[in-house]
């Protein structure tokens, strides 16, 4: 079964709204990573955050981790057009078996 | 160019056929790994290697094989393809790092007729 789970499976916003997609586990997790992937491309990292944190911010982005609740929270400020991807939670057991989510579908519209 | 390089990035082939996928990277990184994605299932992990004498199954290993050539190469071997194998296959690497991120390819998409 899926140890990572995203929800919602789709969204779709205007720009300049802020988008909040959210991801539950099932496991003790080392870490916990979020990766963009744009239509039929490679998947990139965006950012990591540990077990032992909170909340992380990169940029726009910024994450948060409940491991009493299993849940981490991934939120886009001040979305773009660019922002128009699948983001995918994956969360990481012992040091290599990470575990993808199955994603959500963000659409920010011009 | 791409730090991850997969090839070929699109195949269509038939039922029985040998098909390799090859990956190469100029990261310098140990650890690579092969993972499969098919739409609604996220991404499956097929084979993972720490270096080039350490290959490892993932979770849906059966009906593939892997060869890592060199630490920059390592290459995913399907060695007669059935329908229930076309999928988007991506190589990725990372760092000695425990747990850190991973670097993807931009993929290779696979049909099987």
């Known amino acids: 079964s899926q140890q990572g789970e995203e929800d919602p499976q789709a969204l779709s916003i205007q720009e300049g709204e802020n988008a909040t997609m959210n991801c539950s586990y099932k496991t003790s997790i080392n870490n916990l990573q979020w990766y963009r992937q744009n239509s039929g491309r490679g998947l990139v990292h965006l950012i990591l955050i540990r077990s032992n944190e909170r909340e992380k911010h990169s940029g726009r982005l910024r994450v948060t981790l409940d491991t009493s609740k299993k849940s981490s929270s991934l939120l886009i400020t001040a979305s773009r057009a660019a922002d128009t991807a699948s983001y995918f939670c994956a969360t990481v057991l012992g040091t290599y078996k990470y575990i993808f989510g199955t994603g959500t579908r963000l659409k920010v519209l011009a | 160019d791409a730090d991850v390089t997969q090839t070929p990035r699109n195949r269509i082939t038939k039922t029985g056929k040998r098909i390799m996928l090859e990956c190469s990277q100029t990261?310098?990184?140990?650890?690579m790994y092969w993972y499969r994605q098919d739409p609604g299932l996220g991404l499956r992990l097929i084979y993972y290697s720490f270096d080039v004498k350490d290959i490892n199954k993932g979770e849906i290993s059966d009906g593939y094989s892997v060869s890592r050539q060199a630490q920059a190469k390592f290459s995913l071997s399907l060695e007669s393809a059935i329908p229930n194998q076309t999928a988007l296959y991506f190589c990725?690497?990372?760092?000695?790092?425990?747990?850190?991120?991973?670097?993807f390819g931009e993929g290779s998409r696979l049909t099987v007729l």
């Open positions: 990725a690497t990372s760092d000695l790092l425990p747990a850190g991120e991973l670097f």
């Open positions: 990261k310098g990184h140990d650890r």
